[in-house]
């Protein structure tokens, strides 16, 4: 693995981060275009599919497939890897703990020292200092994808389910805690992969289904309100939204990093993918460090924007 950075993305690195995963971006002023600064590429993860930040532990955390590219198999191979935000592994089989079992483990959300993962049909909650977790299983979900915390709530997508759920309380790691899980969308033709907190309080949903079938970007609204925000774009995975109201989003059909706009208007900022899934940003003022995951290439991809 390479142990080299770009003198910028360097520096980023040494400066105080903020965790893209653990919150909604501030407020900020009018959209302008993203730079890309840097662009660089790690190996030696099998098959990654999504990337959390811890920015106080100053940690990245990438769940993986491990033995083969089959997303539904209950194998119990799965692993959740602990990098350093330059790339470096720091501990390959962090998560699961002594006891637990992830078969493919998907996406990933950190908050304080908190970490969300889903898996198939279940969703887990991980102590990151002690590694305890609990599983959780999500009634009728075939294909759990991507964790959010908005508010006290934790929010699922169940992307083939066409289906997101929501868990009250989010952190259900103590065994006394009774979670209620209820599914508040389905079979809308949405079909959320990626999700996002909202500055706005909604909750940000990005589509995937096919080439022939794209999807777009929606909002639910706090009082179970759907709103398109986008018209049908491609296979979106990822998403992130940053100060200005822009969404960083992955799509598979495009096989890229896009920059989507309120307006309409796309930016392309890094292209060549094979698998762009949900990726990690942390960020410090104008610059964000983007940790893509291509699943199919298994490796990350850190690129470092700056509006």
Known sequence: ???????????????????????????????????????RTVTGFPFPESVGCDAGARVLYVSQFVSALRPADKDGKGRISKVSPTGEMIDAQFLPGPGDVLNKPKGIWVERNRLWVTDIDVVWVFDTGTRKGRRLPLPGANFANDPAVVGKALYVSDNRGDALYRVEPADFLDEKVEPKVTRVLSGKSINPNGVYPGRDGTVLMVGFKSADEPRGIHALGAGGDVKPLSKEIGQLDGVYQAADGTLLVTDWKSASLIAWRPSGEIQTLAGGFKGPADFGVMADGRRLLVVVPDLVKSELRLIQLEQ
């Open 1 to 39: 693995m390479p142990r080299t950075l770009p003198l910028a993305l360097a520096l980023l690195a040494s400066l105080p981060l903020l965790s893209a995963c653990a919150g909604r971006a501030g407020d900020g002023t009018a959209a302008r275009p993203f730079r890309v600064v840097s662009d």
